[in-house]
């Protein structure tokens, strides 16, 4: 394998994805010597581009994504290897000609990499015109292999998931097939496992004893720009839940597999899923930021939840009775993604807490992005008082840690499928289960239309039913990544 080159071939090359992530990726792992020796990288698009416009246009995607390692040489290295092919998607017979155009490149056996860029509504058409072109078939002498990574949204339900799945699967078979969420690409989601299971102080207290509830935020003071038309038909249940939030909360509930294989990993995380009850409405709140109705591409009455928050329980041994909050929202007061797992309070305190304090238990938190991390908070003796009690943190920050600033998901992803390796993409059980999980709470609120959605004003943290939802358990959210460690975000 190490001589036979590799073609990477993107379908909806003309879109932002790529100038914006791909491109930037490919492009900094060949400056980092991480790329095979010999790789191809193709285009596919409608638009008549030569080579040449082609390069420019992924040029100015380096330099306004990844402005800090554009190096003008390093580009003209790297540009040789990118082509342009011009096609339809809906053409049938493009596809022959894109096998054909790629022989003749590549002159000789080559493995492929096909990277589906494109809308989703394109999925299923594209795998099947591959495996009509005869394009899926990996070659035995000399092992070549041909894999196939797919974008999200992957269905958007579970009917279609499976139906995706089917069309996949009648061309490839699945370990041949990558599924991305490019949050189990970004570095602080992988440390999650090593942080659990190459340590041992910390899995002795990961389970019902010790931990009193896990709290996932995924929040973003964006709002929907310029993708309305698509987030309109689709809400943060579909744009955040089904694949990130459930994939984090996956990796810090599930338990240690046998090994890193992709196969091992995802057995447990599969386990996971299954194992989370099914979710009751009144465990569920949804807003949609003021002024969202006004976007151009949404429609004036839309009922798209652009927040979310809900309660859920995992039946099984380690974590029942523990509950585990999940919320996620655009236009909300503070960029951040992070994990707080909260554990219970000592069983019997003797130290004198002042009139009207509580006592702070301590936090774990995992700081996703942006200012990536892990913290572990306790509490203190005050110096020089008698008997008072501070919060204190150890913490660990990536960037005084090591040296060299993050890669973006992007890059590790694409490495890991050029390697062969499927630990950080979703398998079809796994994607069918988290729909399974996300249907029922979006079929319930568009039939019950309960609980009713909130406006909630921009910059705010959601409506304030989401605080209700811990508070009526005896927990409020917290936040332990961002300036303002531990503060209790009031709604409005
Ligand atoms: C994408 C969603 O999958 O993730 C977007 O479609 C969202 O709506 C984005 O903004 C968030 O990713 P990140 O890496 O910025 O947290």
Known sequence: MENIPTTIVIFGASGDLTSRKLIPALYNNFKKWRLPERVNVVGFARRPYTDDSFRAILREGVIKFSAESYDSTVWLKFAEMVHYFQGNLDVKEDFPKLESF?????????????????????????????????????????????????????????????????????????????????????????????????????????????????????SETVDVAHRAGYYDTAGVMRDMFQNHLLQLLALVAMEAPSSFSADAVRNEKAKVFESIRPVALNDTVRG????????????????????????????????????????????????????????ERPPHLMFHLPEGSDFSPNILSMCIQPDEGIHLRFEAKLPDSAQEMRSVDMDFHY??????????????????????????????????????????????????????????????????????????????????????????????
């Open 288 to 343: 949609q930021y003021a002024g969202y109705r006004e976007t151009d591409g949404v429609a004036p009455n839309s009922q798209t939840p652009t927040f979310a928050a809900i309660k859920l329980n995992i039946d099984n041994w380690r974590w029942q009775g523990v509950p585990f909050y999940l919320r996620s929202g655009k236009a909300l007061a503070r960029k951040t993604s992070e994990i707080i797992i909260e554990f």
């Open 102 to 218: 790629l022989q003749l490149m590549e002159n000789g056996p080559s493995n492929r990499l096909y990277y589906l860029a494109t809308a989703p509504e394109h999925y299923s058409i594209v795998a099947s015109e591959l495996g009509a072109a005869g394009m899926a078939k990996q070659g035995m002498d000399p092992v070549v292999w041909r894999r196939i990574i797919i974008e999200k949204p992957f269905g958007r339900d579970l009917g279609s998931a499976q139906e995706l799945n089917r069309a996949v699967h009648a061309v490839f078979e699945e370990s041949q097939v990558y599924r991305i969420d490019h949050y189990l690409g970004k570095e602080t989601a992988q440390n999650i496992l090593f942080f659990r299971f190459a340590n041992t102080i910390f899995e002795p207290v990961w389970n019902r004893r010790y931990v009193n509830n896990v709290q996932v935020t995924v």
């Open 399 to 492: 960037g005084s840690s090591f040296s060299g600033s993050l890669p973006e998901a992007y890059e590790r992803l694409l490495l890991e499928a050029m390697d062969g390796d499927a630990s950080l993409f979703t398998r079809s059980d796994g994607i069918e289960a988290s729909w399974n999980m996300v249907d029922p709470i979006i079929q319930g609120w568009e039939a019950h239309n309960d609980p009713p959605l909130h406006n909630y004003p921009v910059g705010s943290w959601g409506p304030e039913d989401a605080d209700h939802l811990l508070a009526r358990d005896g927990r409020r959210w917290r936040l332990g990544c961002t300036d303002e460690k531990d503060v209790t975000p009031t709604a409005n």
